[in-house]
């Protein structure tokens, strides 16, 4: 199983970008895909969630200003994500769980740095 994250680097406030996840190994469709991040000297923390079923879910602080997809053919997730703040500068993660059989199975990517400049 691999979850290759893409798309990080260095923007200004206010700038956009947009992080890719492709995944491989596993049925990509039956998989809830999470973007999490880890700011600097801080614990990781769930920022969108796309289920199976395509509903998304974000936290508080990035409403309005990211959007989570996917593209079931390509096997990738995506977050794009506007009007970026400092306080969003992490490293990035991409998360697949599925809960089957009574079993939790979770593969994480790599992580893609954000960092965003004031």
């Known amino acids: 199983v691999q979850l290759q994250a893409s798309g990080g680097g260095l923007v200004q406030a206010g700038g956009s970008l947009r992080l890719s996840c492709a995944a491989s190994?596993?049925?990509?469709?039956?998989?809830?895909m999470v973007w999490f991040r880890q700011p600097p000297g801080k614990q990781r923390e769930p920022v969108a969630r796309?289920?199976?079923?395509?509903?998304?879910n974000y936290v508080d602080s990035v409403k309005g200003r990211f959007t989570i997809s996917r593209d079931n053919a390509k096997n990738t997730v995506y977050l794009q994500m506007k009007s970026l703040k400092p306080e969003d500068t992490a490293v990035y993660y991409c998360?697949?769980?599925?809960?089957?059989?009574?079993?939790?199975?979770?593969?994480w990517g790599q992580g893609t740095l954000v960092t965003v400049s004031s």
């Open positions: 998360n697949a769980h599925v809960h089957r059989y009574g079993l939790n199975y979770d593969y």
């Open positions: 190994g596993i049925v990509f469709g039956l998989y809830d």
């Open positions: 796309i289920s199976e079923g395509g509903s998304t």
